[in-house]
């Protein structure tokens, strides 16, 4: 079945150091999304993907960088962790057609202290 | 620009009680809109939608109506079940607006006590 998954599912790393999330999906869609997730915030998007190559800011985007090189991953960086980015992590993908339902991951819970 | 509000949790009920979560959103366009619902430790996954004005999605029992006079996307549900405790999320998109990025509301969390 296809599917999307994440790795890890647990992290905890030090302020300071690098950080990559993987987002690997089977279902050959072309948009790919980053959100985190806090409490009382619901979903903030951090970055998404249109297809390869193509890469675009969301609404909180500062501290982290995305690359796409191919239609199955989007890997999340952090380039240097910082307490605030403390999270859960979600990757989502969905079809470039006239559904625009997302298919979500597992998530990865980031701590950094 | 677009955006979803939610009734705020958590809403605790009893099994078999009935549920309604409210959601409102603000859109420029026409937009098509969703709920999620998140089970403990698990992503989201989408409950039911509705992609244009006085539809009702469905799905589990949930029900909820596309109402564009009153901008609303209300959840109900007849009678709640253990098994229906998560956190719910309205949300909403528009590809004129938007391109293909959902906005989602902050969340409403339902425990259903035996």
């Known amino acids: 079945d296809a599917e999307i998954t994440q790795s890890p599912r647990h992290k905890i790393t030090e302020t300071g150091r690098q950080v990559t999330l993987a987002c690997h999906q089977t279902?050959?869609?072309?948009?790919m999304f980053w959100y985190r997730q806090d409490l009382g915030h619901g979903l903030r998007l951090i970055h998404y993907s249109y297809g390869v190559h193509d890469t675009n800011k969301g609404e909180v985007s500062d501290g982290y960088s995305v690359s796409r090189s191919n239609t199955e991953d989007l890997p999340l960086t952090l380039e240097s962790a910082a307490s605030s980015q403390t999270s859960v992590y979600f990757c989502?993908?969905?079809?470039?057609?006239?559904?625009?339902?997302?298919?979500f991951g597992p998530g990865t819970r980031l701590t950094v202290t | 620009g677009n955006s979803v509000t939610q009734m705020e949790g958590p809403v605790t009920l009893s099994e078999e009680a009935f549920l309604t979560i409210n959601c409102t959103y603000t859109a420029t366009g026409y937009p098509s809109l969703f709920w999620y619902v998140q089970y403990p430790g698990e992503g989201l996954q989408l409950l039911l939608k509705a992609t244009k004005a006085d539809d009702k999605g469905s799905n589990k029992g949930f029900e909820a109506t596309y109402r564009k006079e009153t901008t609303s996307f209300h959840l109900e549900k007849g009678s709640v079940q253990v098994s229906d405790s998560a956190v719910y999320f309205c949300?909403?998109?528009?590809?004129?607006?938007?391109?293909?990025?959902?906005?989602f509301g902050a969340g409403t969390r339902l425990f259903v006590k035996a």
């Open positions: 949300a909403l998109s528009d590809l004129n607006t938007g391109g293909f990025k959902t906005i």
């Open positions: 279902w050959n869609h072309n948009n």
């Open positions: 989502a993908s969905n079809p470039d057609r006239d559904s625009y339902e997302q298919y």
